[in-house]
């Protein structure tokens, strides 16, 4: 199971958007709604922001919003602050075998 | 609280052995689905393995034939036994709980590092 694609890196000022991009194929991303995105700071475990697409645990600010259109799923980050800097990765089910891919991941800078 | 506390890395030399742990509290391991994530120094993550509630089993092909998931019901724990550890194996490793087909619990990540 290949890797998903996610561009290396991402930057933004404090107050705009920023959109990250994670691209898979038919038999993961395309095919099930269950793309969930990461934030990892530096020496500390990765936190779900998103699951499902679009859904956002509890605690999770409504800055962090997911979507997905055919096998590309965005992760938008609104009202950029200076504590969004961070790693981030998505990831897909692929089926109950294989389970789980994850996208090389992608280091967003606040300006 | 909903934790999970992972233990039992270190260094390991190459074709070594070692078990990691991973206790959890604040919810029941087995009926849950429960994975290790990796992550080798300076890159991303990689699954490695889940364990279902009912006890089906899958690995990652990297790690096939040499790891295996387990879980004491009794102790609320999820074990990762790691046999003939590679170079490439060093890595954090970190217990997880799934929730659809991702994870939403994340321990602190105990590091093992093969090397001579």
């Known amino acids: 199971q290949s890797a998903l694609t996610q561009p290396p890196s991402a930057s933004g000022s404090p107050g705009q958007s920023v959109t990250i991009s994670c691209t898979g194929t038919s038999s993961d991303v395309r095919y099930y709604n269950f793309v969930s995105w990461y934030q990892q700071h530096p020496g500390k475990a990765p936190i779900l922001i998103i699951y499902d697409v679009n859904k956002r645990p509890s605690g999770v600010p409504d800055r962090f919003s997911g979507s997905k259109s055919g096998s590309t799923a965005s992760l938008t980050v609104s009202g950029l602050q200076a504590e969004d800097e961070a790693d981030y990765y998505c990831?897909?089910?692929?089926?109950?075998?294989?389970?789980?891919?994850f996208g090389g991941g992608t280091r967003l800078t606040v300006l | 609280e909903v934790q999970l506390v992972e233990s039992g890395g270190g260094l390991v030399q190459p074709g070594g052995s070692l078990r990691l742990s991973c206790a959890a509290s604040?919810?029941?391991?087995?009926?849950?689905?429960m994975s290790w994530v990796r992550q080798a120094p300076g890159k991303g993550l990689e699954w490695v393995s889940v364990?279902?509630?009912?006890?089906?089993?899958f690995y990652a092909d990297s790690v096939k034939g040499r790891f295996t998931i387990s879980r004491d019901s009794s102790k609320n724990t999820v074990y990762l036994q790691m046999n003939r550890l590679r170079a490439d194996d060093t890595a954090v490793y970190y217990c997880t709980r799934g929730v659809g087909g991702g994870f939403d619990i994340w321990g602190q990540g105990t590091m093992v590092t093969v090397s001579s």
């Open positions: 604040g919810f029941t391991v087995s009926t849950n689905y």
């Open positions: 990831s897909s089910f692929v089926g109950r075998n294989n389970f789980n891919v």
């Open positions: 364990i279902y509630s009912g006890n089906y089993i």
